[in-house]
């Protein structure tokens, strides 16, 4: 074995690279195309779903400016997509977050992003589930034609019963490995776009046709983000923007079972970012030339409806046919989602394992699908008990979870930005490329996530933040001690593993280092 004293430029093959101490975790290699791999970004953010959940909140705090927050969201992402895009190049690892952070900044950082990319998908996971439950009673409600069906959905034990089982059954479609995940997708994911442009096309038409009164006229100023009323109501839109986006890193944690691993993850995400804002900000605008983002009627804030947009505009925008389409989008689109977001979250703890952050027994890979299996299991059971103690406390799960969703996507996703400009940091006067991608974007899109962090931790102190429910005897908001709480709970059990652990957290496993070398036959 001969040592080389650099990294292998883009476009080098190199034979037997092992990135210093990063290790093999025995994933099934070159599973995923370029394709395969923005297919499951998209699939993961889940378009249709992340639209019927937030758009009708985000035009409720922010009014006609949703088009310009849906832009100011996707601006701190595509910052943090080139910092995911240049670390993955170094150190393709299906650790991501946690593996970089740890190699930048130390263990203990290093554990606590991981913590927060662990817990936000399982609170993710949650909500879909919860949202796939609720599809699949209206559509078996609209298929039949039977209200009562549809209204099982309200029963409490019907629903966690229905919601526990698609939980179960993502966990064993994820558990066979990339290639049933990635043929599942094709179709999921195509329904999803075709609906979504079926969606606007309708939507347009019955704008230009002025259908509904409170429907309204283009403007510019809907690009316009400083048009909104108040920092707080911008602060939350922007929340509820990035928790839109947020799953295309899913991409990256398949580097190591997808064909050129230091390059294609990267490439994917690009690609799958693009499509995602282009979805949003046609279907955003189209929804509110047609219907208008007021309080009243049809319109996106109406708080009847606003927690689930398209189950109300469905018939009235597509009509009773083709509004079935929709329900079935959704459906899809959480379906979908649930199953691929297990991805990340698998591979991060079994990342964490493998450099003995989390218990040995994690690091197991089956041996015939070449998948994390026990961690994909204990991520679908955590996920149950999850959304099962959050419905019996809370009457508002699925508001609440998202916004405490937000600040756990800001944690890490800011953390990770740092890592990369600190990790590249004796890199960043080589060339101005180096300079704008390894470390005055990452550092801005950081930035700017950290801001939307701590803004809406302090505006979520306010019992009426978010649900609008509190804690009982506190004057505390729900997502405030949602968010803060799971991240105490990290503290804890980082603690705990220490102790059982020392090695790792001495940075004897996985080293703080500045860029590795390169070790090739």
């Not at 001690?481 to 991240?487: A, K, R, S």
Request: net charge neutral.
């Amino acid at each position: 074995m001969t040592q080389l004293d650099v990294r292998p430029r883009v476009g080098d093959t190199v034979s037997g690279v092992a990135e210093g101490d990063v290790r093999g975790k025995g994933l099934g290699k070159g599973s995923v195309g370029l394709v395969g791999s923005a297919v499951i970004g998209i699939s993961t953010v889940a378009p249709v779903y992340c639209l019927t959940s937030t758009l009708g909140s985000t035009a409720g705090e922010v009014g006609v400016q949703m088009p310009a927050v849906f832009l100011a969201g996707f601006l701190p992402m595509l910052l943090v997509a080139f910092a995911y895009r240049e670390l993955n190049k170094a150190v393709p690892d299906c650790g991501t977050s946690f593996t970089w952070t740890v190699k930048a900044f130390g263990p203990r950082i290093g554990w606590m992003c991981g913590w927060g990319l662990v817990i936000a998908t399982i609170i993710v996971l949650s909500n879909l589930a919860g949202v796939a439950t609720s599809y699949f009673w209206l559509l078996a409600g609209e298929i039949t034609g039977s209200p009562a069906i549809a209204a099982l959905d309200d029963h409490k034990a019907v629903h966690l019963v229905t919601c526990l089982t698609l939980i179960a059954a993502a966990t064993a479609i994820s558990y066979r490995g990339m290639t049933a995940t990635k043929g599942v997708q094709y179709a999921l994911v195509g329904l999803q776009l075709a609906v979504l442009a079926v969606f606007v096309t309708m939507a347009l038409q019955k704008a230009a046709a002025g259908t509904f009164d409170t429907g309204l006229d283009f403007s510019w100023s809907w690009m316009n983000p400083f048009a909104v009323g108040s920092m707080a109501s911008f602060t939350a839109g922007l929340s509820l923007s990035i928790f839109m986006y947020w799953g295309w890193d899913a991409c990256l944690a398949t580097n190591e079972e997808t064909t050129g691993s230091a390059k294609t993850p990267g490439r994917a995400s690009l690609i799958a970012m693009a499509v995602l804002v282009g979805s949003y900000l046609a279907t955003g605008v189209a929804a509110q030339l047609a219907v208008g983002s007021g309080g009243e009627g049809p319109g996106l804030a109406n708080e009847e409806t606003s927690g689930n947009v398209f189950a109300a505009l469905a018939g009235p925008v597509m009509g009773p046919a083709l509004g079935i389409l929709l329900f079935v989008a959704v459906l899809a689109s959480a379906a979908a989602s649930l199953q691929t977001t297990f991805i990340p979250v698998a591979r991060t703890v079994l990342a964490m394992s493998t450099y003995q952050a989390l218990p040995a027994s994690y690091a197991k890979v089956h041996e015939r699908f070449k998948t994390p299996g026990r961690a994909t299991v204990v991520a679908g059971v955590a996920t149950g008990a999850f959304y099962t103690v959050m419905t019996l406390v809370s009457e508002n799960v699925l508001t609440d979870t998202i916004f405490a969703l937000g600040l756990m996507i800001c944690f890490y996703y800011s953390l990770t930005a740092f890592a990369c400009a600190w990790y590249f940091r004796s890199e960043l006067r080589r060339s101005a490329r180096d300079l704008l991608f390894k470390g005055l974007f990452p550092v801005l899109g950081g930035l700017l996530l950290a801001a939307v962090f701590f803004k809406t931790l302090y505006d979520a102190w306010d019992p009426g933040y978010g649900s609008g429910s509190g804690i009982p005897g506190l004057g505390v908001g729900n997502v405030f001690v949602i968010g803060v709480g799971l991240l105490l709970l990290g503290l804890v059990v980082m603690f705990v593993t220490e102790r059982r652990s020392p090695a790792f957290f001495r940075g004897e496993v996985l080293t703080k280092a500045t860029p590795a070398l390169v070790v090739e036959d």
